[in-house]
């Protein structure tokens, strides 16, 4: 089999490039910008990870060495994307009366917790922000002669330094998207903050010295700074959600820019050859918001009873740089779909003559497999064959079994371990064990059979009270599910 070339959309140059590593002896380096750790990760802040773990998985099949860097902001981020407003660290803390190290120790482990629930692979380094403040400002001095200037509230980069400032954005002028609110003493609107200083009366749970006063670096320092410390400029590919794409991405450019002090000798080096970004989740009913509760984290899907690879394969059934719509109605649909995957696989263990290995996956299929991922990572595709693939008749049990294996691996949805009982919809706090659920479901099945129409009534309404709807003539043979609140 001929493997296909992987092409990748480059952001940056808004077209599919063919991609290959800058350096074959150092394999595919890919840096992702990782989660702010003052609260719960949104769905959607999800989303960018599941496109992230695909792309990983997607370089491992092409056969590169994968070193992988996400790092983990925990100073720096301000509440909104401009230069004004409290460190949203800072405001968690405050607001929850807690030590801001333990706000980002908590958030930190609940973030992981939902990259294991979501199988997604971790990275080659988790890289904290606050254990590379020394490099952070020693990354500011280098790049300060040239490219900042100092005002009463920090250090700030002028954008007008480097070249095309804003080109991955797609802006050209103050006007145009992706400008930054100003701030009172600012040269240029583009210009950001490098180094915030403390305020005389702030108090700061977070805040170091530097040349500049005492204070805190810039969220968008700690990208160039550990990207290059464990990557090294320029490496391959750096990833974020497309919200990215407009102010952070473009201040990471210039930033690296400046501290390469190459856009005479490199013209149109920006630290990574390709900049990819997934597109956003979004909720047409209003109801994702963590302000008005609903399905806005991954923890508050799992209380309503959703598995969630059920989340995964919606991801994974809308291209990454198209937007996904996300509702209860769209959820469910997933589970379903997953629900059949799952069904299909193990009715085929059921009838396979297995020995002690499965065979190899066909070379037909896999080819296929391999242009349909090869094609800026075209999931729905993969999906739709893995689906033709399961229900090939022409193809032995045990033939489909061993073809699964190169699409679970880089689908991530453990088709060959889940269970079809782990996706029932089964809410937290709900009245009833799935135990309790099934005996009764069964008992009403026996009276049923027995045409005892009245002990079948009343179970199927004492259930239905406990929220359980009994699925008579289900073609999935699925028996039940506890409805969502």
């Not at 290059?228 to 201040?251: A, S, V």
């Amino acid at each position: 089999m001929e493997p296909q070339p992987l092409t990748l959309y480059n952001s940056l140059t808004r077209r599919l490039e063919r991609f290959e590593p800058l350096d074959p002896n150092r394999g595919a380096r890919v840096y992702s910008c990782g989660p702010t750790v003052y609260n719960y990760a949104h769905l959607g802040n999800l989303r960018a990870y599941v496109f992230t773990d695909t792309l990983g998985r997607a370089l491992t099949w092409k056969g590169y060495p994968l070193t992988h860097v996400i790092n983990i902001t925990d100073v720096g981020h301000l509440t909104s994307d401009a230069d004004a407003g409290d460190d949203k660290m800072e405001a968690a803390a405050k607001a929850q009366s807690q030590s801001i190290w333990d706000i980002a120790a908590h958030y930190t482990r609940a973030f992981k917790g939902n990259i294991d629930a979501l199988n997604i692979r971790h990275p080659t380094r988790w890289s904290v922000a606050t254990d590379h403040i020394a490099e952070m400002i020693d990354f500011a001095e280098r790049i300060a002669p040239g490219h900042c200037y100092e005002i009463d509230s920090g250090l700030y980069f002028d954008a007008t330094t480097v070249p095309d400032y804003g080109k991955l954005a797609g802006a050209r002028d103050d006007a145009g998207e992706g400008r930054i609110d100003p701030v009172a003493g600012k040269r240029n609107p583009q210009d950001f903050a490098i180094w915030r200083k403390s305020a005389p009366a702030e108090n700061r749970q977070m805040e170091w010295d530097s040349p500049w006063g005492k204070g805190a670096p810039g969220w968008h320092l700690e990208c160039s700074v550990m990207s290059e410390k464990y990557l090294g400029f320029p490496f391959d590919i750096h990833t974020g959600g497309i919200d990215h794409r407009e102010i952070h991405h473009p201040n990471e450019i210039a930033q690296n820019q400046a501290f390469c002090d190459c856009m005479n000798t490199q013209p149109g080096f920006t630290g990574a050859h390709f900049w990819m970004h997934n597109n956003f989740l979004v909720d047409r009913t209003g109801k994702m918001s963590k302000s008005k509760g609903g399905f806005s984290t991954l923890f508050s899907l799992i209380d309503a009873g959703i598995h969630p690879l059920a989340y995964r394969l919606m991801c994974l059934q809308a291209h990454y740089r198209s937007e996904l719509e996300f509702g209860p109605d769209h959820i469910v649909a997933a589970l379903t779909r997953l629900k059949r995957l799952v069904m299909a696989v193990e009715g085929l263990r059921s009838r396979a003559e297995l020995g002690d290995e499965l065979p190899a996956a066909e070379e037909s299929v896999v080819a296929e497999l391999d242009a349909a991922i090869s094609d800026d990572l075209n999931t729905p595709r993969v999906l739709t064959l893995l689906e033709t693939m399961l229900a090939d008749k022409k193809r032995s049990p045990a033939q489909r079994l061993g073809t699964l294996q190169p699409f679970d691996a880089l689908l991530g949805l453990t088709l060959t371990e889940l269970r079809r009982e782990e996706l029932r919809i089964r809410p937290r706090g709900a009245a009833l064990t799935e135990i309790e659920v099934s005996g009764r479901v069964a008992e009403r099945a026996e009276a049923r059979k027995a045409k005892d129409f009245a002990t079948s009534d009343r179970l199927r309404d004492e259930l239905a009270d406990a929220g359980v709807e009994v699925m008579d003539g289900d073609p999935m043979g699925w028996d039940w599910l506890i409805r969502l609140g």
